[in-house]
Structure formats: C-alpha cells, structure tokens
Nanobody, 124 residues
Framework: QVQLVESGGGLVQAGGSLRLACAAS????????MGWFRQASRKEREFVAA????????YYAGSVKGRFTISRENAKNTVYLQMSSLKPEDTAVYYCAARSGAGYSTSGSNYDYWGQGTQVTVSS
C-alpha cells in the first residue's frame, strides 16, 4: 500500500517556475515507478512525466519535454516535478501516481495509487 500527497502547486506567471513534490508513505516506494499526470478543466487526464524505480530512466510528454524534469529521492520517499518556462496551457490539477512495477508507464491505467492532486495555475 502506498499513500501519496502532492504539494507545491500555486499561481505563477507565464515563464515562471514551480517545483511539485509528492511524498509517499509505504514500504514499497523504492520499488515503484512513479508518474505525474495532469487534468485541465473539461479535458481528459494526460500523462506528463514518469521515472523508473531507480531514477535512472525518465520519459516525458512532448508538450513538456525540455521544460519539466522529474526526479526522485528514494531515501526521502519523494518524487519531484520541476517545471520551468511555464505556459498558460500548463494550468491543470497535477497528480502523482505510483505503480507496483519497477518500470514506468505513460498510461494512467497502469498505476495503482494516486494522490489527491495539486492545482497549478499559470497566468498570461
């Protein structure tokens, strides 16, 4: 069982930066691949970034590649999403998710645990 709590969301101007954190509890965090997803108002949830259990392998959606960085600190049971050069279209509720497997996935259906989400609003 893994419980996830996101933090770090807020209001930022276009071009600014935010760092989201996802704190996990549970014994299996270090064996779990992690992902970040987002859902904008009246839109489907979409994949943002993912990282494997060790942090050595990452993958990004094309819309955020080069602007966002996912990382993790297994000793702190925390995964991060550093977001830079933010755009108004990045506005959404951001969710972190954990899956029981060590390898990441871009599909939300492959994740077993989800946080409650944190709102990110980018003003133009």
């Amino acid at each position: 069982q893994v419980q996830l709590v996101e933090s770090g969301g807020g209001l930022v101007q276009a071009g600014g930066s935010l760092r989201l954190a996802c704190a996990a509890s549970g014994r299996t965090f270090s064996n779990s691949a992690m992902g970040w997803f987002r859902q904008a108002s009246r839109k489907e949830r979409e994949f943002v970034a993912a990282i494997n259990w060790s942090g050595e392998s990452t993958y990004y959606a094309g819309s955020v590649k080069g602007r966002f960085t996912i990382s993790r600190e297994n000793a702190k049971n925390t995964v991060y999403l550093q977001m830079s050069s933010l755009k108004p279209e990045d506005t959404a509720v951001y969710y972190c998710a954990a899956r029981s497997g060590a390898g990441y996935s871009t599909s939300g259906s492959n994740y077993d645990y989800w946080g409650q989400g944190t709102q990110v609003t980018v003003s133009s």
